[in-house]
């Protein structure tokens, strides 16, 4: 169980990006449906269930939005402006299987974090490196597919 409070300013801090995010990566899938219903049945879905984590990052988010809205589709409660366009379906397949899987395997997603330390803090992404293992394999894999530019 999760605290109210936590988990409503976890979202409100986090959530613009990730659903900025969200929206982008499955917009064809907005062509079909309203966006504004679906992210208002969302937003009272996290304040409330107390079964939801309180989020830590805008993965977290993101992860925690493409579940819900998965969700609401199983239990029929989005309504649909349009029938899916064939590209709206592959992107409705790609959001049942992230969430089956529960993370993307775009390597962009993958290695977002030591991509996002690395531009923005090049001291802390060195020395997350030095005391960090695995965070210093998983930016090698960044650097070998040219991520960090």
Known sequence: MSNYIDRVNAFARFGPDAVYK???DFGELF???SEQEVFEQIAAETRLRDDI???QSGDDVYR???ALLVELFQQKRVRFVHPFTTLGNGEFQRLLEFVRKGRSTDPRDVYSEAVALYK???NAFN???AAEPQFL???NRAQD?????
């Open 53 to 55: 984590e309180v989020p």
């Open 137 to 139: 394999e998983m930016s």
């Open 31 to 33: 062509l079909s449906i």
């Open 64 to 66: 925690i939005t493409a």
């Open 127 to 129: 020395a997350r490196r």
């Open 145 to 149: 597919l040219g991520l960090l530019v």
């Open 120 to 122: 923005n803090d090049v």
């Open 22 to 24: 969200f929206v982008n």
